[in-house]
């Protein structure tokens, strides 16, 4: 139930926060050739790491020649159905990393100039949908890796928990043998003082009694 409550509580924290904190820019960006036009979006709780590794994946996939440098993602000779049939060339990196909400810049040349919404509003609206639902499912894919962690956490937890509580109950368990033990250990020792001064008076006649034949022994003369 608990593990239940916590899953729903990522679904609603996962659904709200995109429509909140998701959002695309577009103005200059420093790049390793420069200042270019790029498309910024932000990207909420995730890591730099993560975001990176999707950067990598995401851009793997336009084909063309890749490579990365300085944190800069590259890719030469390109092609994707949102930017149509003429190969590009990109430039992808973060640009800004703070409370939880990562910034990444797109920088897209279409041979000539850099893709921006004024001159190539088409492409740019069919580029910016891709590059959100990439901000989206970055940030799905980072908050499940959390919650998959969290949810191992919970059960590694909830594993010790119910060792915990079997070493109670076994523990309590032996209290009271141990206490049964002791109530059975009292009746026996005062049956046992009971016995004993028994005895004793028997072994104090005894006594007497050979102190008596003792005597007698003694009178034979």
Same mark, same amino acid.
């Given at each position: ?31 390793? &050739? ?8 932000t990207i909420p709780y995730s890591t730099s790491e993560f975001i990176e590794k999707k950067i990598k994946e995401e851009v793997k996939s336009w084909g063309g020649k890749n490579s990365s440098s300085k944190g ?26 703070? +409370? ?52 191992? =956490? ?31 250990? =009292? ?7 009971? +016995? ?10 005894? +006594?007497?009694?050979? &102190? ?7 009178? =034979?003369?």
């Amino acid at each position: 139930m608990k593990l239940f409550s916590l899953v729903l509580f990522f679904h609603i924290s996962i659904s709200f926060c995109f429509s909140q904190k998701i959002s695309l820019e577009e103005r200059n960006a420093t790049f390793n &050739g420069g200042s270019r036009n790029a498309i910024l979006v932000t990207i909420p709780y995730s890591t730099s790491e993560f975001i990176e590794k999707k950067i990598k994946e995401e851009v793997k996939s336009w084909g063309g020649k890749n490579s990365s440098s300085k944190g800069e993602y590259t890719t030469i000779q390109s092609q994707i159905k949102e930017l149509g049939e003429k190969p590009f060339d990109s430039f992808v990196k973060i640009v800004d990393s703070k +409370e939880g909400n990562i910034t990444v810049a797109f920088a897209f040349d279409l041979g000539g100039a850099f893709l921006s919404s004024s001159e190539h509003s088409e492409k740019y609206t069919e580029i910016s949908k891709k590059i959100k639902d990439f901000a989206l499912n970055t940030s799905k894919e980072s908050v499940s890796e959390e919650l998959k962690e969290n949810q191992s =956490i919970l059960k590694e937890q909830q594993k010790e928990q119910e060792s915990l509580l079997k070493d109670k109950n076994s523990l309590e368990n032996s209290i009271v043998d141990y206490k049964k033990k002791i109530d059975e250990a =009292i009746v026996k020792i005062e049956k046992n003082n009971q +016995e004993l001064a028994k005895k004793q008076a028997e072994i104090k006649t005894q +006594e007497t009694k050979v &102190g008596e034949v003792s005597k007698k022994l003694g009178e =034979i003369k």
